[in-house]
Protein backbone atom coordinates (compact mmCIF):
# COMPACT_ATOMS: atom_id res chain seq x y z
CA UNK A 1 0.00 0.00 0.00
CA UNK A 2 1.49 3.69 -1.01
CA UNK A 3 1.30 6.14 1.82
CA UNK A 4 -0.80 9.15 0.53
CA UNK A 5 -0.25 11.10 3.01
CA UNK A 6 2.98 13.70 2.53
CA UNK A 7 5.30 15.20 5.22
CA UNK A 8 4.46 18.31 6.89
CA UNK A 9 7.51 20.89 5.40
CA UNK A 10 9.15 21.68 8.36
CA UNK A 11 9.30 25.32 10.19
CA UNK A 12 11.95 27.07 11.45
CA UNK A 13 11.33 27.04 15.01
CA UNK A 14 10.36 23.02 14.60
CA UNK A 15 13.60 23.08 13.65
CA UNK A 16 15.58 25.17 15.76
CA UNK A 17 14.19 22.85 18.26
CA UNK A 18 14.86 19.60 17.20
CA UNK A 19 18.29 20.50 16.85
CA UNK A 20 18.77 21.81 20.31
CA UNK A 21 20.02 18.39 20.80
CA UNK A 22 23.15 18.97 18.67
CA UNK A 23 24.34 21.08 21.82
CA UNK A 24 24.87 18.84 25.11
CA UNK A 25 23.88 20.52 28.41
CA UNK A 26 21.84 22.92 26.15
CA UNK A 27 19.53 25.30 27.95
CA UNK A 28 17.43 26.57 25.20
CA UNK A 29 19.61 29.89 25.01
CA UNK A 30 20.75 29.67 21.71
CA UNK A 31 17.43 28.55 20.59
CA UNK A 32 15.75 31.62 22.02
CA UNK A 33 18.43 33.57 20.49
CA UNK A 34 17.87 32.54 16.73
CA UNK A 35 14.05 32.53 17.37
CA UNK A 36 14.29 36.27 18.31
CA UNK A 37 16.36 36.52 14.82
CA UNK A 38 13.74 35.08 13.15
CA UNK A 39 11.09 37.61 14.73
CA UNK A 40 13.24 40.60 13.48
CA UNK A 41 13.94 39.00 9.90
CA UNK A 42 10.21 38.97 9.12
CA UNK A 43 9.81 42.38 10.45
CA UNK A 44 12.32 43.83 8.43
CA UNK A 45 11.13 42.02 5.58
CA UNK A 46 7.93 43.67 5.58
CA UNK A 47 9.43 46.84 5.76
CA UNK A 48 12.16 46.04 2.47
CA UNK A 49 8.94 44.67 0.52
CA UNK A 50 7.51 47.97 1.07
CA UNK A 51 10.30 50.15 0.05
CA UNK A 52 9.37 51.37 -3.12
CA UNK A 53 6.30 53.23 -1.31
CA UNK A 54 8.67 54.75 0.79
CA UNK A 55 8.73 58.17 -2.03
CA UNK A 56 4.81 58.03 -2.00
CA UNK A 57 4.41 58.04 1.65
CA UNK A 58 7.54 60.67 2.03
CA UNK A 59 5.44 62.75 -0.23
CA UNK A 60 2.83 62.78 2.23
CA UNK A 61 4.51 64.99 4.90
CA UNK A 62 7.36 62.42 5.40
CA UNK A 63 5.41 60.60 8.06
CA UNK A 64 3.56 57.38 8.50
CA UNK A 65 0.21 56.79 8.90
CA UNK A 66 1.44 56.97 13.21
CA UNK A 67 2.74 60.44 12.75
CA UNK A 68 6.51 59.14 13.07
CA UNK A 69 9.03 60.05 10.74
CA UNK A 70 10.01 57.73 7.80
CA UNK A 71 13.35 55.92 8.87
CA UNK A 72 16.18 54.94 6.10
CA UNK A 73 15.40 50.95 5.65
CA UNK A 74 19.10 50.51 7.48
CA UNK A 75 18.45 52.28 10.49
CA UNK A 76 15.22 50.65 10.74
CA UNK A 77 16.94 46.88 10.50
CA UNK A 78 19.63 48.00 12.82
CA UNK A 79 17.04 49.11 15.33
CA UNK A 80 14.67 45.93 15.04
CA UNK A 81 17.75 43.07 15.63
CA UNK A 82 18.62 45.16 18.25
CA UNK A 83 15.24 45.34 19.86
CA UNK A 84 14.44 41.84 19.70
CA UNK A 85 17.98 40.97 20.66
CA UNK A 86 17.74 43.43 23.56
CA UNK A 87 13.95 42.85 24.99
CA UNK A 88 14.58 39.17 25.38
CA UNK A 89 17.80 39.37 27.10
CA UNK A 90 18.85 36.47 24.85
CA UNK A 91 22.50 37.51 24.65
CA UNK A 92 24.97 40.16 26.77
CA UNK A 93 26.08 42.30 24.11
CA UNK A 94 25.60 43.31 20.37
CA UNK A 95 27.70 44.74 18.07
CA UNK A 96 26.86 46.49 14.89
CA UNK A 97 27.95 47.30 11.40
CA UNK A 98 25.96 50.46 12.18
CA UNK A 99 27.49 51.22 15.69
CA UNK A 100 30.47 52.48 16.39
CA UNK A 101 30.54 50.55 20.15
CA UNK A 102 29.32 47.60 21.00
CA UNK A 103 26.39 47.32 23.32
CA UNK A 104 26.11 46.16 26.81
CA UNK A 105 22.57 44.13 27.18
CA UNK A 106 21.51 45.48 30.49
CA UNK A 107 18.80 42.62 32.31
CA UNK A 108 16.16 44.22 33.85
CA UNK A 109 17.29 43.03 37.11
CA UNK A 110 21.02 43.35 36.50
CA UNK A 111 22.26 40.37 36.29
CA UNK A 112 21.98 39.03 32.93
CA UNK A 113 23.22 35.68 32.87
CA UNK A 114 23.36 35.42 28.95
CA UNK A 115 26.26 33.75 27.11
CA UNK A 116 26.44 34.87 23.62
CA UNK A 117 27.02 38.06 22.19
CA UNK A 118 25.89 38.74 18.81
CA UNK A 119 27.46 40.53 15.78
CA UNK A 120 25.11 41.55 13.12
CA UNK A 121 25.25 43.48 9.77
CA UNK A 122 21.51 44.53 9.64
CA UNK A 123 21.14 45.34 6.22
CA UNK A 124 23.74 44.75 4.01
CA UNK A 125 23.87 46.06 0.47
CA UNK A 126 21.52 48.65 1.29
CA UNK A 127 22.70 51.10 -1.19
CA UNK A 128 20.46 48.45 -3.35
CA UNK A 129 17.11 49.22 -1.70
CA UNK A 130 16.50 52.39 -3.75
CA UNK A 131 16.68 50.07 -7.46
CA UNK A 132 14.39 47.34 -5.94
CA UNK A 133 17.29 44.44 -5.82
CA UNK A 134 17.95 42.27 -3.56
CA UNK A 135 19.63 42.67 0.41
CA UNK A 136 20.46 40.98 3.01
CA UNK A 137 21.14 40.93 6.83
CA UNK A 138 24.32 38.80 8.28
CA UNK A 139 24.45 37.27 11.52
CA UNK A 140 27.34 35.93 13.64
CA UNK A 141 27.08 34.42 17.53
CA UNK A 142 29.57 33.76 19.72
CA UNK A 143 29.72 32.59 23.31
CA UNK A 144 31.53 35.32 25.55
CA UNK A 145 34.56 34.33 27.09
CA UNK A 146 35.36 36.88 29.97
CA UNK A 147 33.94 35.04 32.88
CA UNK A 148 31.44 37.53 34.71
CA UNK A 149 30.06 41.13 34.85
CA UNK A 150 29.15 43.37 32.00
CA UNK A 151 30.19 42.29 28.35
CA UNK A 152 33.69 43.32 27.24
CA UNK A 153 35.29 44.01 23.50
CA UNK A 154 37.16 40.50 24.13
CA UNK A 155 33.83 38.90 23.90
CA UNK A 156 33.42 40.27 20.42
CA UNK A 157 37.06 40.14 19.16
CA UNK A 158 37.25 36.31 18.46
CA UNK A 159 38.22 34.33 16.03
CA UNK A 160 35.99 33.29 13.37
CA UNK A 161 36.40 29.74 14.25
CA UNK A 162 34.90 30.37 17.27
CA UNK A 163 31.57 30.92 16.17
CA UNK A 164 29.00 29.17 17.67
CA UNK A 165 26.48 30.29 14.98
CA UNK A 166 25.93 32.53 11.80
CA UNK A 167 23.76 32.78 8.90
CA UNK A 168 22.10 35.57 6.80
CA UNK A 169 19.08 36.41 5.97
CA UNK A 170 18.36 37.33 2.15
CA UNK A 171 15.47 39.54 1.47
CA UNK A 172 14.67 38.65 -2.20
CA UNK A 173 11.90 37.39 -4.81
CA UNK A 174 11.78 35.03 -1.96
CA UNK A 175 13.04 35.71 1.36
CA UNK A 176 15.46 32.86 2.90
CA UNK A 177 17.20 32.41 6.31
CA UNK A 178 20.21 30.23 5.66
CA UNK A 179 22.36 29.00 9.05
CA UNK A 180 24.88 27.25 10.49
CA UNK A 181 25.48 26.02 13.80
CA UNK A 182 28.55 24.31 12.94
CA UNK A 183 26.35 21.26 11.98
CA UNK A 184 26.36 22.11 8.29
CA UNK A 185 24.21 25.00 6.57
CA UNK A 186 20.35 25.09 6.16
CA UNK A 187 18.48 27.21 3.99
CA UNK A 188 14.26 28.26 5.17
CA UNK A 189 11.91 30.37 2.54
CA UNK A 190 9.96 32.68 3.91
CA UNK A 191 6.15 32.10 3.14
CA UNK A 192 4.74 35.40 3.18
CA UNK A 193 0.94 34.65 3.18
CA UNK A 194 1.38 32.85 6.72
CA UNK A 195 4.56 34.42 7.87
CA UNK A 196 6.33 30.91 8.51
CA UNK A 197 10.08 29.67 7.34
CA UNK A 198 9.95 26.47 5.67
CA UNK A 199 12.72 24.37 5.64
CA UNK A 200 13.44 24.47 1.80
CA UNK A 201 16.98 23.59 1.38
CA UNK A 202 18.30 21.08 3.79
CA UNK A 203 22.06 20.45 3.79
CA UNK A 204 23.50 22.96 1.65
CA UNK A 205 26.96 21.59 -0.29
CA UNK A 206 28.48 23.86 -2.71
CA UNK A 207 29.69 22.61 -5.72
CA UNK A 208 34.02 21.81 -5.09
CA UNK A 209 34.44 23.79 -8.31
CA UNK A 210 31.91 26.46 -10.21
CA UNK A 211 31.50 29.03 -13.05
CA UNK A 212 30.65 31.82 -11.92
CA UNK A 213 33.46 34.49 -10.57
CA UNK A 214 32.09 37.72 -8.64
CA UNK A 215 34.26 41.13 -8.18
CA UNK A 216 34.01 44.59 -9.21
CA UNK A 217 35.71 44.51 -12.35
CA UNK A 218 35.43 48.27 -12.40
CA UNK A 219 37.82 48.46 -10.48
CA UNK A 220 40.26 46.21 -12.26
CA UNK A 221 43.51 48.84 -12.20
CA UNK A 222 43.95 48.82 -8.21
CA UNK A 223 43.54 45.28 -7.92
CA UNK A 224 46.57 43.63 -7.03
CA UNK A 225 48.82 41.64 -9.71
CA UNK A 226 47.85 37.56 -8.41
CA UNK A 227 43.58 38.94 -8.76
CA UNK A 228 44.13 40.66 -12.24
CA UNK A 229 46.19 37.33 -13.03
CA UNK A 230 42.68 35.77 -12.14
CA UNK A 231 40.62 37.77 -13.68
CA UNK A 232 42.30 37.00 -17.12
CA UNK A 233 42.54 33.51 -16.21
CA UNK A 234 38.02 33.58 -15.88
CA UNK A 235 37.88 35.01 -19.31
CA UNK A 236 40.56 32.68 -21.21
CA UNK A 237 39.14 30.26 -23.59
CA UNK A 238 40.22 26.70 -22.32
CA UNK A 239 37.99 23.73 -20.90
CA UNK A 240 35.70 24.68 -19.16
CA UNK A 241 35.98 28.32 -19.56
CA UNK A 242 35.28 31.14 -19.91
CA UNK A 243 33.32 31.91 -16.91
CA UNK A 244 30.51 33.95 -16.29
CA UNK A 245 30.92 37.18 -14.21
CA UNK A 246 27.64 38.09 -12.08
CA UNK A 247 28.17 41.05 -9.44
CA UNK A 248 24.94 42.22 -8.35
CA UNK A 249 26.75 44.48 -5.40
CA UNK A 250 24.98 42.64 -2.57
CA UNK A 251 27.58 40.27 -0.35
CA UNK A 252 24.99 38.24 1.01
CA UNK A 253 23.39 37.82 -3.04
CA UNK A 254 26.37 37.15 -4.78
CA UNK A 255 27.02 34.60 -2.02
CA UNK A 256 23.74 32.94 -1.97
CA UNK A 257 23.68 32.63 -5.88
CA UNK A 258 27.57 30.92 -5.45
CA UNK A 259 26.98 28.70 -2.63
CA UNK A 260 23.94 27.05 -4.33
CA UNK A 261 25.18 26.91 -7.74
CA UNK A 262 29.16 27.09 -7.27
CA UNK A 263 31.41 29.72 -8.14
CA UNK A 264 33.42 32.34 -6.21
CA UNK A 265 32.84 35.81 -4.73
CA UNK A 266 36.18 38.29 -4.60
CA UNK A 267 36.75 41.57 -2.81
CA UNK A 268 40.24 42.23 -2.17
CA UNK A 269 42.35 44.79 -1.51
CA UNK A 270 42.91 47.70 -3.91
CA UNK A 271 46.19 50.05 -4.15
CA UNK A 272 43.91 52.66 -1.90
CA UNK A 273 42.70 49.90 0.09
CA UNK A 274 45.01 47.54 1.29
CA UNK A 275 42.22 45.78 3.59
CA UNK A 276 39.87 45.93 1.28
CA UNK A 277 36.10 47.42 2.50
CA UNK A 278 34.56 44.15 3.81
CA UNK A 279 34.31 44.28 7.52
CA UNK A 280 35.83 40.83 9.07
CA UNK A 281 33.46 40.37 11.75
CA UNK A 282 30.18 41.85 10.55
CA UNK A 283 30.33 39.91 6.76
CA UNK A 284 33.46 37.82 6.23
CA UNK A 285 33.25 35.93 9.62
CA UNK A 286 29.76 34.40 9.50
CA UNK A 287 29.87 34.29 5.66
CA UNK A 288 33.40 32.07 5.91
CA UNK A 289 31.46 29.81 8.56
CA UNK A 290 28.45 29.01 6.05
CA UNK A 291 31.04 28.33 3.57
CA UNK A 292 32.86 26.34 4.90
CA UNK A 293 30.31 24.03 6.51
CA UNK A 294 29.06 24.13 2.67
CA UNK A 295 32.21 22.39 2.04
CA UNK A 296 34.18 25.39 0.24
CA UNK A 297 36.43 27.52 1.31
CA UNK A 298 37.04 31.55 2.70
CA UNK A 299 40.65 33.32 2.76
CA UNK A 300 42.51 36.60 2.40
CA UNK A 301 44.91 35.01 -0.35
CA UNK A 302 47.10 33.75 2.01
CA UNK A 303 45.66 32.70 5.47
CA UNK A 304 42.05 31.05 6.43
CA UNK A 305 39.33 34.00 7.24
CA UNK A 306 38.31 31.92 10.28
CA UNK A 307 41.89 31.63 11.94
CA UNK A 308 42.37 35.89 11.73
CA UNK A 309 42.42 37.10 15.57
CA UNK A 310 40.90 40.41 14.98
CA UNK A 311 42.24 43.54 16.60
CA UNK A 312 39.01 46.38 16.37
CA UNK A 313 35.42 45.62 15.81
CA UNK A 314 35.20 47.40 12.58
CA UNK A 315 38.47 45.79 11.13
CA UNK A 316 38.29 45.14 7.38
CA UNK A 317 40.06 42.29 5.12
CA UNK A 318 40.66 41.24 1.86
CA UNK A 319 37.85 38.83 1.16
CA UNK A 320 37.68 35.62 -1.22
CA UNK A 321 34.54 32.44 -0.79
CA UNK A 322 33.21 29.95 -2.42
CA UNK A 323 33.82 26.58 -4.31
CA UNK A 324 37.19 24.90 -2.89
CA UNK A 325 38.96 24.91 -6.19
CA UNK A 326 37.79 28.16 -7.46
CA UNK A 327 39.53 29.79 -3.79
CA UNK A 328 42.68 27.34 -4.31
CA UNK A 329 43.14 29.10 -7.71
CA UNK A 330 43.09 32.29 -6.21
CA UNK A 331 45.91 31.81 -3.57
CA UNK A 332 47.99 30.27 -6.39
CA UNK A 333 47.89 33.05 -8.64
CA UNK A 334 48.13 35.71 -5.63
CA UNK A 335 51.03 33.45 -4.20
CA UNK A 336 52.63 32.87 -7.42
CA UNK A 337 52.16 36.92 -8.86
P1 LIG B 1 27.66 47.86 2.98
O1 LIG B 1 27.84 47.06 4.25
O2 LIG B 1 27.96 49.31 3.16
O3 LIG B 1 26.34 47.58 2.32
O4 LIG B 1 28.85 47.37 1.99
C1 LIG B 1 29.02 46.03 1.72
C2 LIG B 1 28.66 45.76 0.30
C3 LIG B 1 28.58 44.30 -0.04
O5 LIG B 1 27.28 43.80 0.11
C4 LIG B 1 28.95 44.30 -1.49
O6 LIG B 1 29.43 43.05 -1.91
C5 LIG B 1 29.98 45.38 -1.57
O7 LIG B 1 29.70 46.26 -0.51
C6 LIG B 1 29.91 46.14 -2.84
O8 LIG B 1 30.91 47.10 -2.86
P2 LIG B 1 31.38 47.80 -4.22
O9 LIG B 1 30.25 48.70 -4.63
O10 LIG B 1 32.62 48.53 -3.84
O11 LIG B 1 31.64 46.71 -5.22
MG1 LIG C 1 27.71 45.46 5.02
Not at 27 to 35: C, F, H, N, Q, Y
Not at 76 to 90: D, K, P, S
Amino acid sequence: MTNTKTKNPQTLGEFIIEKQADFQYSSGELSRLLSSIKLAAKVVNQQVNKAGLVDIVGAMGNHNIQGEEQQKLDVFANETFIAALNNREVVCGIASEENEDYIKVHAKDNVNLSKYVVLIDPLDGSSNIDVNVNVGTIFSIYRRTSLEGSVQAEDFLQPGKNQVAAGYIVYGSSTMLVYTTGNGVNGFTLDPSLGTFYLSHPNIQIPKNGKIYSINEGNYIKFPQGIKKYIKYCQEENEDRPYTSRYIGSLVADFHRNLLKGGIYIYPSYSNAPKGKLRLLYECNPIALLTEQAGGKASNGFHRILDITPSELHERTPFICGSKEMVEKVEYFIKNA
